[in-house]
């Protein structure tokens, strides 16, 4: 995933559809995020990245 300029060393969370916070691992590489997605179902889920004052929630979809 690749992140807008506003958003800078973010944390990471991981929602699933219910709200619970998932355990991932992710990788940062400049401006760019890695997300281990193995472990997850088929399903519907958010990702979620706070940078101070600035927040982007992105869906994603994994579909096995």
């Not at 991932?24 to 997850?40: D, V």
């Not at 179902?41 to 096995?64: E, H, M, Q, R, V």
Request: proline letters at 3%; glycine letters at 6%.
């Amino acid at each position: 995933i690749e992140l807008p300029e506003s958003i800078i060393n973010p944390n990471i969370s991981i929602f699933d559809v219910l709200g619970r916070k998932l355990n991932l691992e992710t990788n940062m590489e400049s401006n760019r995020i890695r997300i281990n997605t193995g472990e997850l179902k088929t399903g519907l889920y958010w990702l979620s990245l706070k940078s101070g004052a600035n927040y982007k929630a992105l869906k994603f979809i994994i579909d096995k």
